[in-house]
């Protein structure tokens, strides 16, 4: 590998993608680069960005996941001019999310129509908008819904995603230190309004 990175330029890697692509008869090639705001360390997504720019043609498209607010971009990486923007979480407001939330299950999940529908509406808006979690915590009720009663099931699963997403945001603090202040402030913030619902 380490020889592989020595010889391999970017130019390079465009001609292998348009010699695929024009095998293939494709009009465009895609590149899928998935999840490399989440595990690349900001000095590593700033390269990343960088190689993301230089490898956008006319006919090579590349897609990366990045996050508003927390993805540091290269000083030559321009958000609104080296790429396009689009908004991939439904937003929870939404008239439709219910609908939309409930059409992604009826397709992914099999059998859904087992699961009570209290249960799958309490995880579509636990999930927050976020297809992948409540389709996670969906199969997660159905792989462990004989071993307890349904409400332990549900308070524990519901208590996982958001143990998992406050480390998540936690991780923030040391990767991204400048939204360190907001970060504790929107921890503190959740808490308390957990605490007033409760209290109500």
Do not use: C
Request: glycine share 4%; aromatic share 8%.
């Amino acid at each position: 590998e380490s020889e592989l990175s020595s010889i391999l330029s970017i130019n390079d890697t465009k001609i292998i993608i348009e010699e695929l692509r024009v095998t293939a008869n494709r009009k465009f090639s895609i590149l899928l680069l998935d999840d490399a705001a989440l595990t690349l360390t900001p000095n590593f997504l700033i390269d990343f960005l960088d190689i993301v720019r230089s490898l956008k043609s006319s006919t090579i498209a590349p897609k990366a996941s990045v996050y508003p607010g927390t993805t540091e971009y290269s000083p030559r990486f321009h958000a609104g001019h080296d790429s396009l923007s689009i908004q991939f979480w439904h937003p929870i407001d939404s008239d439709s999310y219910s609908v939309v939330m409930g059409g992604i299950a009826g397709k992914r999940v099999s059998n859904i129509a087992n699961i009570p529908d209290d249960v799958v509406e309490l995880f579509k808006y636990a999930a927050f908008g976020i297809p992948r979690a409540f389709l996670s915590m969906i199969w997660e009720y159905q792989r462990r819904k004989s071993r307890s009663t349904q409400q332990s099931i549900i308070n524990s699963i519901t208590q996982e995603y958001l143990s998992s997403r406050l480390l998540e945001y936690r991780s923030l603090v040391k990767k991204v230190p400048k939204f360190r202040t907001i970060i504790l402030a929107g921890e503190d913030l959740l808490n308390e309004m957990g605490t007033l619902v409760r209290d109500a």
